[in-house]
């Protein structure tokens, strides 16, 4: 395409003469090299005498006379009085025949431009500060331009006007906003500034536009622009940009309004946008997505340009405001032009909205990364310092969590920019939670709109743009989803495709492939093309070898090198892993389930009956069955009483005789006590406390019969001492002392050997 210099130069425009009608004289003036606003020019004026004679054959010189007035350089007294300034005449894409003068009007705006770019410095800053006409016409184009994505859409010669008039204008606003020309044309930095912000010039909706239209053409003019602009004194620029982000907000609840209908206690604001027409409206519908556009655009430079906008937008709650609004807009948009004859009727039309549509939907997906990467930038800002990283790590996670709610943004979102990426750079850096964010790629990959968008990609597209241009412009968005609520899966000559995820080999194999062609790609940058892919190597290959490699690894360095995860710790091998757990349908089965007491009670039972002489291999000599005891078969539990062995004990020892004593204490007779025999290893428990029992109550005689106490065996130490208020020995209390003082330095009696006493009774099941 032709420079636009080349096409201004190609143009047939008007002779200057015809736009001016004057001849300037250039006095212009400034020896000592001082600003421009602290100069005075001198001005000569020919004036009627007073005294003039009335008589017609007087001269000239009898008549007038010459005077010289010193005024300020910057003074409405140079401007000429017949200079006419052309008002830039817009474009109409819902009716294309009423743009037949666009050609003919901006010809003559494109006039007034050159005008403006011929004038010297003097008098160019004294048209700009005295002349209304002049800011009337810059605002014309401001306010209407044609967006640099619909400049395909006009025919040769309205694109070769525009086109001139778009360089043209940059021109004359690069030439407002550098101060300085030569070393005696100039004007501090500050009082430029203030003269564009008063003639109102310059204010941050200008300057979002120029943003807009010129950062893809001409990024220095822009740089500079923000520079002066979003300088670190201009205090009163945050008042504006919080005003513009109320706008944003506002923008986005009425548009929602407008398309889905409002609430019937909502409050309507005017905008730029009419109500929905009962009829089907075209033109409506353009209006809505090209302000909607406008506005995502006017956000997306803001937040791009200016990274202090960040935190108030965050605190606003915008983002989280995005999603939602893409998930309702988009969907109603899509379905209210689903096969509108007006449309059909109308192809050019319905190419640009549908157009608008998709660019909508792009700047939502990159503004909200917008925010993911400030919070990454943050994260990476305050390494060392866990707390602030810990503060917008939480941001980023609230955003993903916050967009799982919207199936069809976060889905869009993950196909442009990859989720676990972002889980990994931010992994890279600082502590991450690792279950939260397998939590959010876990339920991106299991929603439908997920599964759809790598079908697509697998069986029908090359490229995730490809994909995604598909998608926004389809006519209905929903229309895979049947009424019996599941998903139509595609089908080819009968039989299903579906994604299989291939193993690690595979993997391994495929990137093998791809670096054996392209030694110089790291296998890191290899992996994620491949993942873009679907893991195919000869995709990937035709891909680079095209040139064309979707957007999201353009940015990712061609050396990039794959880290493997680190490796799982071996698992301990665990002899015994036990059952499965009974499922219970509720609690009370659960608490009503004896079956462990039912194996508990059959164990120890058949405990009792099991002897060894059921084991052929155990040649263990066991002397406890030397008393002749024959083995029983298991006969169940009922017959077990009748084949104990301690079962003639437990009938015959029914009843102990106790001693008999004398009058002085002494016993006359001991009760008989049956000799044990060796086959009664594991004897009733019922005997056991019986005989223990007895023992007591013998020993008890003894003690309240008047005997004297023994005295402690040696080695023992007293602490009885004598009853209470007879005093206490020294020792005594000594022995007290030392018991109190050592009785938690060790158990103070013989846990082990007591449980062991009473699994060799039987009385506990060993």
């Given amino acids: 395409m032709e420079e636009l210099s080349e096409i201004v130069k190609n143009l047939e425009l008007e002779n200057e003469e015809d736009c001016t009608d004057y001849e300037y004289i250039n006095v212009f003036k400034n020896p000592n090299k001082l600003p421009i606003n602290q100069i005075h020019l001198e001005k000569t004026d020919i004036e009627l005498r007073r005294d ?19 005024i300020p350089a910057l003074s409405r007294s140079w401007l000429p009085e017949s200079v006419r300034f052309h008002k830039f005449e817009p474009y109409n894409f819902t009716m294309t025949k009423e743009n037949t003068s666009f050609v003919k009007n901006n010809k003559l705006f494109l006039q007034s431009l050159h005008y403006l770019l011929s004038c010297n410095y003097h008098q160019f800053w004294c048209f700009v500060l005295f002349e209304p006409k002049v800011s009337l016409s810059l605002h014309s184009f401001l306010l209407s331009p044609v967006a640099p994505h619909l400049i395909k859409n006009l025919d040769e010669e309205q694109a070769s006007v525009y086109l001139a008039v778009f360089s043209q204008f940059r021109r004359v606003y690069q030439r407002l906003v550098t101060f300085q020309e030569t070393e005696s044309e100039y004007m501090a930095d500050s009082v430029g500034l203030k003269f564009l912000l008063d003639k109102k010039l310059l204010n941050l909706p200008i300057v979002i536009t120029l943003i807009i239209l010129y950062h893809e053409t001409n990024l220095e003019f822009v740089n500079d622009l923000v520079g002066l602009y979003f300088n670190e004194k201009s205090v009163f620029r945050d008042k504006e940009i919080e005003e513009m982000l109320d706008q944003v907000v506002l923008t986005l609840e009425m548009v929602g309004g407008h398309v889905c209908g409002f609430e019937p206690d909502a409050v309507i604001v005017p905008i730029a946008v009419e109500e929905k027409p009962p009829v089907f409206n075209p033109g409506w519908v353009y209006s809505v997505v090209d302000y909607l556009l406008n506005t ?54 319905a190419e640009i909205i549908f157009e608008e549509i998709a660019l909508s939907r792009s700047e939502f997906i990159d503004i909200y990364n917008t925010f993911v990467s400030y ?37 869009d979102y993950h196909e442009r920019y990859d989720v676990g990426s972002h889980n990994e750079m931010f992994s890279s850096c600082t502590e991450l939670d690792q279950t939260r964010t397998d939590y959010i790629l876990s339920c991106i990959t299991c929603l439908r709109r997920h599964n759809r968008l790598w079908k697509t990609l697998k069986s029908e597209l090359g490229t995730l743009n490809k994909a995604i241009e598909k998608y ?17 899966q595609p089908v080819s000559n009968g039989v299903e495709t579906l994604f299989v995820p291939p193993s690690d080999d595979d993997i391994e194999n495929s990137i093998k492939i791809v670096v054996d ?55 301990p091998i665990l002899a015994y892993r036990g059952k499965k757990q009974q499922e219970f349908d509720d609690a009370l089965k659960l608490l009503n389930d004896k079956k462990d007491m039912k194996e508990i009670k059959t164990f120890i039972l058949d405990g009792i009956q099991y002897t060894n002489a059921y084991d052929d ?69 019922a005997v056991v406390r019986e005989r223990m029992e007895a023992r007591r109550r013998v020993q008890g005689r003894g003690h309240h019969s008047g005997a004297k106490p023994k005295a402690p065996p040696q080695g023992q130490k007293d602490v009885v001492g004598k009853p209470k208020g007879q005093g206490q020995e020294k020792s005594v209390l000594q022995n007290r002392h030392k018991k109190g003082v050592h009785k938690s330095s060790r158990a103070n009696h013989n846990r082990k050997s007591g449980a062991q006493w009473k699994r060799n009774k039987g009385m506990l099941p060993s």
Avoid at 53 to 67: G, H, I, L, Q, Y
Avoid at 314 to 322: D, F, T, W
Avoid at 397 to 408: G, Q, R
Wanted: glycine share 4%.
């Fill in 52 to 70: 003039a004679p009335w008589d017609s054959s007087s001269s000239a010189e009898t008549c007038f006379e010459r005077k010289k007035h010193t």
């Fill in 296 to 349: 995502m655009s006017a956000l997306h430079m803001l937040l791009k340009f200016y990274k202090s906008a960040m935190s108030v937008a965050l605190a606003k709650g915008i983002p989280y405001r995005l999603s939602f609004t893409y998930e309702k807009v988009f969907y109603q948009l899509y379905d209210y032009v689903n096969e509108r004859p007006e449309l059909e009727r109308n192809p050019k039309l």
């Fill in 375 to 411: 919070c990454l930038d943050k994260t990476l800002e305050f390494s060392g310092d866990p707390l602030h990283q810990e503060e917008f790590v939480e941001i980023y996670l609230k955003l993903m969590t916050s967009a799982l709610e919207d199936e069809y943004f976060i889905c």
């Fill in 472 to 488: 926004a412009r389809s006519k209905k968005v929903r229309t895979d989803v049947q009424e019996n609520g599941y998903e139509e």
């Fill in 517 to 571: 062609m392209f030694p110089h790609l790291g296998d890191g940058f290899v992996l994620q093309c491949l993942e873009a892919y679907n893991y195919e190597p000869s995709d990937v290959i035709t891909a680079i070898l095209e040139e064309n490699l979707p957007p999201h690894l353009v940015d990712i360095p061609f050396d990039q090198i794959r880290i493997p995860p680190e490796p799982q710790p071996e698992q």
């Fill in 617 to 685: 291999y155990d040649d263990e000599f066991d002397d406890r069955l030397d008393d002749g005891t024959v083995p029983v078969p298991d006969h169940g539990t009922e017959d077990i009483l009748k084949y104990n062995p301690n079962y003639d004990d437990v009938v015959s020892d029914t009843s102990y005789s106790e001693n008999e004593y004398d009058e002085q204490g002494q016993v006359l007779k001991a009760p008989e006590v049956k000799p044990r025999g060796k086959g009664n290893f594991c004897e009733d428990p």
